[in-house]
């Protein structure tokens, strides 16, 4: 047995790019490969859920789970992990903060599974049949995961030492990430292993950003012809990048969008969309209700825009009705 620090990936409810991310580090994929025993990463390689609970506790020297928490098995799996590892890291935008999976709140468990099971333009399903979680045929019982009413992030559900952020985190953050592990000398616990700024301090355009902005219209991407050069909020573009935290190397601003906000806060930050909205709404030309409402018509879904990553940790969290 190799005496190499063991390093284990998990994939939770999240669309597979953070697994595909670990790929894009090109050749110093090599540098990781020689320097750790990869021996758990079920999306790679054959590894099973008795391989893991044979293993002794702790001696996982760090474990990165990408994905937020949506199922019974993806809890029971990430409990399994946490208590295996020494070192547990909250891989990437959903593990880090719900992420997309996470918009799902705005939804009940009941809404979702009439809609995809049902209602969906895609489904002809005239027995309203469902999924059951068990089901025994031939004396053999069949289970499937239970669908939680809640998205969670990895941090409501086990404990979390360190968060990589990004949708999904670049590969210069990863491999930071595990060159600072090898090195023994981690960080304060709970530290977000990117920097603790905004991402305008990293924009290749914040010398266009003006003093004062002052919105008379908000446009969508597609909607106008971006200037590459400008501010995206100076043309009207909501633009996360105030109240996101750097790290991402501003690739969507490269790539003349504007900032999604996958990196989510910095420290200073308690809820992301609500500094975003705070400082757009301060900044509208327009003082009266009907002219406010005109100029806010321009962001017809509030909730994806400012919350696109971040609804489980929110202040807001999830919407609140009767049926769950």
Known sequence: MSDKPKLAFYWCASCGGCEESVVDLAEDILMVAGAVDIIFWPVAMDFKKNDVEAMEDGS???AM?????????QEEMARLIRRKSKVVIAYGSCAHMGGIPSLANEFTRSQIMEYMYQEAPSV?????????LSF???SQNVTLPEIRNLVRTLDQVIDVDYYLPGCPPTPKLLK???????SGEFPPKGTVLSPDEALCEECPRKESKPSDLSFTHFYRPHEILIDKTKCLLSQGVVCMGPSTRAGCEALCISGNMPCSGCFGPTSRVRDQGAKMLSSL???ISENDETGIDKILDGI??????FYRYGLATSL?????????
């Open 176 to 182: 930071q990430a595990v060159l600072t592990l090898l």
């Open 136 to 138: 025994k045929h031939n």
């Open 124 to 132: 002809v399903n005239p027995e309203k049949t469902r999924p059951m």
């Open 65 to 73: 789970i990408n994905g937020a928490i949506r199922t019974s098995e």
């Open 281 to 283: 709404c301060s900044n």
């Open 300 to 305: 017809p879904d509030p909730v994806g825009t």
């Open 316 to 324: 807001l969290r999830k919407k609140i009705t009767e049926d769950v």
């Open 60 to 62: 996982i020297f760090a």
